[in-house]
């Protein structure tokens, strides 16, 4: 079956939209692991897959890093390996963590969560990141297309529409009327009339400011 994904389905929007409280999205646990590998391949360049093979070599050769007393691996030790043996993948050679696949883990824990993540398997958790990262870029498509977020971020922007005299509200909701102190949804009705009443207005001001300019400049000539 696999997962596909393009930002003018809104599918993870939708879902979420559906369920305010949603932590895992249902592909989480509708797809194989090897599925969702080959979607973070997709869009990785083929660097989950390259990770794993890296931590698979890793637990072949992991006895032949030098360690300290404590057990632990030496850092020029693994930091040698590491360069050796890692191609693409960007890395960081003071926790040794691996970065770019959507979830950022050392590599001798790869399968072992961290704080606030949700899955020890890194093709889970990385899988999980990226359809977050995925969520918020159909959001943000949504702001730019849908017409009523188009329309609420030009009357933030408007010059006039503070003319008007409305007491409204501002925030992570967009632009909201004032209704008994609480903010409150504009219909689309609404907002389109807003808009075209600002726009006749702006117009009516362009003008009338143009005429006093060149009437001021013709009385009182420099």
């Known amino acids: 079956m696999g997962f596909t994904w393009n930002v003018e389905e809104q599918k993870l929007k939708k879902e979420k939209d559906s369920n305010k409280n949603l932590q895992i999205f249902s592909a989480e646990n509708l797809i194989s692991r090897n599925e969702k590998i080959a979607f973070i391949d997709s869009r990785t360049n083929g660097q989950m897959t390259e990770l794993l093979e890296l931590y698979d070599k890793f637990q072949v050769e992991k006895d032949t890093i030098k360690k300290n007393v404590d057990g632990g691996f030496k850092d020029n030790s693994l930091k040698a390996w590491m360069s050796k043996n890692i191609e693409t993948l960007r890395w960081s050679d003071y926790k040794f963590e691996i970065w770019g696949i959507g979830c ?97 207005l702006e117009k009516k001001l362009d003008e009338t400011t143009a005429k006093i300019r060149a009437d001021f400049e013709k009385n009182f000539p420099s």
Request: net charge negative.
């Open 104 to 200: 950022d883990r050392r590599l001798n824990s790869l399968m072992y969560k961290g704080p606030y993540q949700t899955y020890d398997d890194v093709v889970d958790q990385a899988f999980h990141n990226m359809l977050w990262d995925l969520y918020h870029e159909e959001v943000d498509w949504f702001k730019a297309h849908d017409e009523a977020s188009i329309l609420k971020k030009k009357l933030e922007e408007s010059k006039v529409f503070p003319l008007l005299g409305f007491s409204y509200w501002t925030g992570s909701g967009g632009l909201q009327k004032d209704v008994n102190g609480e903010p409150a949804p504009y219909t689309i009705e609404e907002l389109r009339y807003l808009s075209t009443v600002c726009d006749k």
